[in-house]
Structures are given as C-alpha cells and as structure tokens.
C-alpha cells in the first residue's frame, strides 16, 4: 500500500514533492508540529503510540537524506512507522495543555446538560480545531454518527440493523484506513487519502462493542449526546484505552466515582500525568534512537547495532504508549471520567497468555469478549468439532489474533505479528495441557510457582514478544533481514 501508485520508487521523489518534504522538514527542525497526513500523505494515520517532535524530525531527516533518492532507504521508513502515527499534535504543546487544563476546570464546575453539552463542543473543538484538518474530521464525525445510526436501527431491528451496521462500518474502515490489500481490487483512482483519519481503529471497536450490547439489551440507557461524547472523548479518541460505554456513562452520571473527592487523589491524578510525560518524553525518546527503524537502512545496520535494536523497542514501546495512557488516565481522571488500566507490568509476565493480559489490557479484554469468546463458544456447540476443545480453542486464539494484527496497522507485517502470537498461544496452550496431563494440575501449579521457573518464563516471554515486534517496527522483508543478521553474524 505504501506509496498508492503516485510515485515510482525506482526512479526517485518527483521535484514538487522533495521540494514540499524539504519545506516540511524545515518547519519539523524549527520545532513546529506537523500533522502527518502532511508530511506523509501516502500512508493512513493509525497506530497505538505517541509522535513526538522528535520522531518527526527523525522521519524527515531520513526521507530527505535516503541514499537512493527514494521515500526513504527502504520500506520501514516509507510507511512512517505506523505504531507511533496516531497522535498529530504534542501533548507538551501550548494548545493541548491549556485545552485540556481549561476542559477539566470547565467540566468540573458544571452540572446537568448543560455539563454535557459543554463536553460535546470541547471534543468537537479538540476534533476539528487542534487535531485534524476539516475533511479528516468530518470523516470521523461522519463515521461515528453512522455508528449511532446503527445504534437506533438495532432499536427496530436488532438482527438486521446489528448485521447491517457491522458489515458497512467494517467496509467503511477499510476503506477509509486503505488497507494494502485493497489495491489488488480497486484501481488507484477509487482510493483516496482524503478521508484518513486518526484513533478509528480505537472508534471502531468502541462502536463494535456499543453495537454488541445493544443487541444483547445490556447496553441500557443512552443518548444522542451521551453517545458522542463517548466516543470523541479527546482523552480516548486519539489512541485509547478501550472504555466500555457503561462504565462511561456510570462515572459521568456519578454513579461510580473516578476517583476519591479528596486532595490526594487529585494531587496523584496529576503526578500521573507528570510521570507519563517523563516516560514518553525522556524515557521513550531515549531509547527511540536505537529502535530498529530509526537507525538508518536496515542493510547497513551491524549485528550489534541489530541485536539492540531487536531489544530495545518492546522497552521503546512500553513507555511510550504506557506514558501516553497515564497521561490520558490522569486528565480522565480529572475530568470524571477515568478510562481504564492499560498496562500491568509486562515485563514480568511468565508466559504468552499472561503477557497479553499485563499489555494493552482493554484491547485484550475486548478480543477476548467480542471475538474469542464467541468464536470459541460456538466452536464448542459444533457437533463436528466439539469433541476437541483445545483444537477449537486453538482456532479462535489464531483467529484472535489475526484480528489484533490487522487491527494494529494496514500491511502485511502486521498480519504476521498478529499470527505470531497467535502461534505462540497454541504453543503455550498445547504444552499447558500436556504437562498438566503428564503431571498433574497441582504438580505443575508448584513448579510454576519457583523462582527458576518463574525466571524461565520470563525470559522466553520477553524474547517471543520482542521477536513479534520485530514485525511491528518494519515490514516484512526488513524483518526478516533482521533476523538473518542475528542468526548469521
């Protein structure tokens, strides 16, 4: 997908465009804010991280010195890294500190509708005014007001409106993402740019999930307004958590509470979001320049250079996105509406399962509610294949898991890091059946519990899920490039 057909790799940037990145990349060095559908236009803004200036600056450097003259050395830099593209703006910028200081202070004096309505029209601020330029906000304002359409259909007809609604919101979001693999059925002149957007990846499933439960009558009570502020919520619309509609609803209405009315709970609220800067801000931009993609053409890289790189960005990642929710958890927080825990130690966990329960929690709560359970649920009642539970639950982890990865980014590298933990959790799932069967639950509950095996665990958890990033950080071919130079010094 990565350049659309408008350019030709082979035979260099056209001069219009070099001149245009070159303008670019000189505001980027001077410390302006670019938003990336500019800088690049070629590639669909999604992704679960944080840009920086810093990364800006990196992308443009990079793209401006390629030694081929192309997009960039080679793919990983031409698609921009699509795991940290979902944020345009700094959140240490002027705009959106004293947007959202003046949100907390405004919404918190404020009761009733008119609470509502003024939180409606400080998202649509945020939305047309500091993120998106009009077209890309009118496309995601148009896309969730089509969610709550469906959302009145299923009211009618909760079959077909549910059908309808999951069918045309997915083409939709394809479509409007521009998958890669669109281009081997639609010709170039029925794709277009002008509708890439950010944070629908996090829209869509918050509208998946609202859909569900409206089907299921157990989404109860709900608005126009209600709905929209649920989901343009300038704390989660950019890159989550993934907040459940009710648990929204609940703390906006002051049926739970955020957080404790007391000094000390605001005073953390807000060493939250002091803490969240450090890790994005220092930490993260820290160890942002050993990342793999930010070291240059993958094919010049030394095998130390690789081995840190293969290290270095499961840690990168970590407190760049872990920073990201504290600081959205933080302002949540304050505003009343505190969206949920997203990361649990991660570094700790012991085994595959566990790790995708330590990371991204709200992302696997929602796979495992909207596509494992129900996959695996109906494996189960097949007369076919209900006889061999730990296939069909070996089915619905890979197809989970397939989903995660395309959900993640719009190519293929994606897809092969969502199949990789899918492989890695029938791994751990078969060999968890077979000692448990050779030795028993018990027996394998004390070995568990030791420190040499706890260590163990760790250890293999860690490499697994860096090896899987490998896919996540660069596309295919650079991967696995990667990996030759690690096996093959």
Known sequence: MFVSGKIDRRKGVPDATRQRLLNLCRKSLEGTCIPLDQLYPDVAAAGTAVVTSYRLRQHARSTIAGPRGDLGPRQSHSRCDERTRSVFMNLLSTDFLLFAIGMVVVVNLLKGKLRQLVYLTGNLTFLFLLLLEPVGAMSTLTFCLAGYVFLRLIDKSPKWGFRLGITLLTIAFLYMRDYSFLRWG???????????????????????????????????????????????????????????????????????????????????????????????????????????????????????????????????????????????????????VRPPENFDKPFLATNISEYWLRVHRSLTLWLTDYVFSPLYKQGLSSTLLGRFPLLVMSGALMATMFVSGIWHGTTGSFVVFGLLHGLFQVMFRVWDWAIAKRWGKKRVREWRAGWLSRGMGIFITFHAASFAYLFFDLDTSDAWMVINKLILP
């Open 186 to 336: 639609l010709p170039d002149s029925w794709r277009t740019d002008a509708m890439k957007t950010i944070g629908l990846s996090f829209m869509l499933f918050r509208t998946i999930h609202v859909l569900v439960e409206a089907r299921s009558q157990t989404l109860g009570r709900y608005d126009l307004i209600s709905y929209l502020n649920y989901n343009l919520s300038f704390v989660t619309l950019l890159s989550g958590p993934i907040q459940r509609f009710q648990d929204f609803r609940d703390q906006w209405e002051g049926k739970t509470q955020a957080i404790p009315l007391t000094l000390e709970a605001h005073l953390d609220a807000i060493i939250r979001i002091l803490i969240g800067f450090v890790k994005v801000y220092v930490i993260g931009e820290r160890l942002l320049g050993a990342t793999l993609s930010a070291q240059g053409p993958i094919e010049d890289l030394s095998f130390t250079s690789a081995l840190v790189g293969f290290y270095i960005f499961y840690p990168f990642l970590y407190f760049n996105f872990s920073g990201y929710c504290d600081i959205v958890i933080g302002f949540g927080s304050l505003l009343g």
